[in-house]
């Protein structure tokens, strides 16, 4: 990360109401938009700070203290916002939105969950979704267009339109008009379904585990809350957790059926709200957002304005969203080819 973040990052962090004078201040993660580092003061305290991507506007740091006080009073462990010095939720600095949060003791997994791991982490998860699945709260922070299918097709045809004849559309093309084929023919998956509070991002590495066991205790990564289908959360953590391949890796994704079974194992623990056609729309959802996503990535290879470049494994964006573009797209043909399976296991729970 830029030497020159981490100083701004040092100079934010000493305008929150910490437990004693900063000690370091260091890169923290492998999130793909919001960065996120790691300050370490004087006394061994812990705490996340993060700058927050442009999509996400100040008012979310209204909803996030909102339901995780929610969440404690239920005896959910969460993070928790740390205020500024003068009291504010987080601080603005220029156009840019920063937030300190409490350090969650344990680990992230980033790859190779275990399906002991799965099944609690679901479990945690469908514990989540029960808590808020009649909770009336009005959300300060609407994220436009998430998870809105139709229009990210939309806007995914209009840029493949506006970069027709271009170098990017001779590699990009072919897949393109693929996942559009594949998109228009299929009945769209949740759009009929009940609008409950979701986490909104259930990929592998926002899922806290014990250090020494594999128990969930908590999620991360809180800005995404907001209202919307649930099995949208099942299935975008299927997507991401079932996975046996790097999410950049095409030529060998597969969906891990074993993984899944323990998923929904954990989840019918906890989940009891649940009604029959939630459960029907499942491995359609999951089909969906692997079709969502694949068109995010090639998108964003397009216009290289969205997802941050990981440095350590590719050259720049457009090689990076090219290639999990592909790969999101092998990972949503296997799905379609195990459709069936993962239907029954959604049933079986």
Request: hydrophobic share 40%; aromatic share 10%; glycine share 6%.
């Amino acid at each position: 990360m830029d030497e020159k973040l981490i100083a701004q990052a040092r100079t934010v962090a000493q305008q929150f109401a910490l437990d004693a004078e900063i000690k370091t201040v260091e890169s923290f993660g492998q999130g793909r938009i919001n960065d996120t580092f790691l300050v370490t003061t004087e006394n061994g305290g812990r705490y996340v700070l993060q700058k927050l991507h442009p999509i996400f506007a100040p008012s979310v740091l209204e909803d996030i203290n909102v339901l995780t006080q929610a969440m404690k009073e239920r005896c959910l462990m969460t993070t928790e916002l740390i205020p500024t010095n003068t009291g504010e939720l987080g601080l603005i600095a220029g156009a840019t939105c920063w937030r300190m949060l409490t350090f969650v003791t344990g680990r992230t997994i980033e790859d190779g969950i275990t399906p002991d791991e799965a099944r609690s982490g679901m479990e945690l998860i469908g514990n989540f979704h029960q808590t808020f699945a009649e909770h009336n709260y009005d959300f300060r922070h609407v994220r436009e267009g998430f998870h809105d299918t139709p229009k990210i097709m939309r806007g995914f045809e209009e840029i493949i339109l506006a970069y027709f004849g271009t170098k990017k559309d001779e590699a990009l093309a072919w897949v393109g008009h693929e996942i559009l084929d594949e998109y228009n023919s299929r009945e769209h998956a949740w759009a009929h379904l009940p609008k409950r509070i979701v986490h909104g991002d259930l990929k592998l590495n926002n899922i806290r585990f014990a250090n020494n066991s594999s128990r969930a205790i908590a999620l991360l990564d809180l800005d995404t809350l907001g209202r919307h289908s649930v099995v949208v959360d099942v299935s975008d953590a299927a997507r991401s957790w079932c996975n046996q391949a790097d999410e950049g890796d095409a030529r060998n994704a597969k969906f891990d059926l074993d993984i899944f079974r323990a998923m929904m194992e954990g989840y019918g623990r906890t989940a009891d709200f649940l009604k029959q056609e939630e459960r029907e729309a499942i491995p359609g959802a999951i089909a969906q957002i692997a079709l969502e996503l694949s068109a995010r990535f090639a998108t964003d290879a397009y216009c290289e304005s969205y997802f941050t470049l990981d440095r350590e494994h590719y050259p720049d964006l457009f090689t990076q969203n090219s290639a999990k573009a592909r790969a999101q797209f092998a990972l949503y043909q296997d799905i379609i080819r195990q459709i069936k399976d993962i239907g029954a296991i959604a049933q079986s729970f």
